[in-house]
């Protein structure tokens, strides 16, 4: 139970923080707003158009790509460590892994989507 004790100290004191960081910013912050200083900031110059651009799908799409084979690569950690332990069945399992992998990787890339333009 003392473990839950501390964990729980913990968040206490984050929340206080967080809650003074904030209150100390509305007490001394600036107070006089006007036009000019609520106005978007772009790079010292006059904003135009809209704020948002529309990106192309493919942007999304390897980014996406890029998460998803990433996050998978993070299990190849845990499986070295315990490497010696699995013996040949966690070889195997690996092997099997990583050929899913490249399946998806050749897919990906036969479809074109990690082509640039």
Same mark, same amino acid.
């Given at each position: 139970?003392?473990e839950?004790v501390?964990?729980?100290?913990m968040?206490?004191?984050a929340?206080?923080?967080?809650? !003074?960081? !904030? %209150?100390? %910013?509305n007490l001394f912050g600036p107070?006089?707003?006007?036009?000019?200083k609520?106005?978007?900031?772009e790079s %010292?110059?006059?904003?135009?158009?809209?704020?948002?651009?529309?990106?192309p799908?493919?942007?999304y799409?390897?980014?996406?790509?890029f998460i998803?084979?990433?996050?998978?690569v993070?299990f190849f950690l845990?499986?070295?460590?315990?490497f010696r332990q699995?013996?040949?069945?966690?070889? !195997?399992e690996?092997?099997i892994?990583?050929?899913i992998?490249l399946v998806g990787?050749?897919?990906?890339?036969?479809?074109g989507?990690?082509e640039?333009?």
């Amino acid at each position: 139970m003392l473990e839950y004790v501390a964990i729980a100290l913990m968040i206490a004191l984050a929340t206080a923080v967080a809650l !003074i960081a !904030i %209150g100390m %910013g509305n007490l001394f912050g600036p107070k006089k707003p006007s036009a000019e200083k609520s106005m978007p900031y772009e790079s %010292g110059m006059t904003p135009y158009g809209e704020g948002t651009r529309r990106l192309p799908v493919r942007f999304y799409l390897i980014a996406v790509l890029f998460i998803l084979f990433d996050i998978e690569v993070v299990f190849f950690l845990p499986w070295a460590i315990v490497f010696r332990q699995l013996g040949l069945f966690g070889l !195997i399992e690996m092997v099997i892994f990583i050929v899913i992998l490249l399946v998806g990787y050749v897919y990906a890339w036969k479809k074109g989507a990690l082509e640039w333009e």
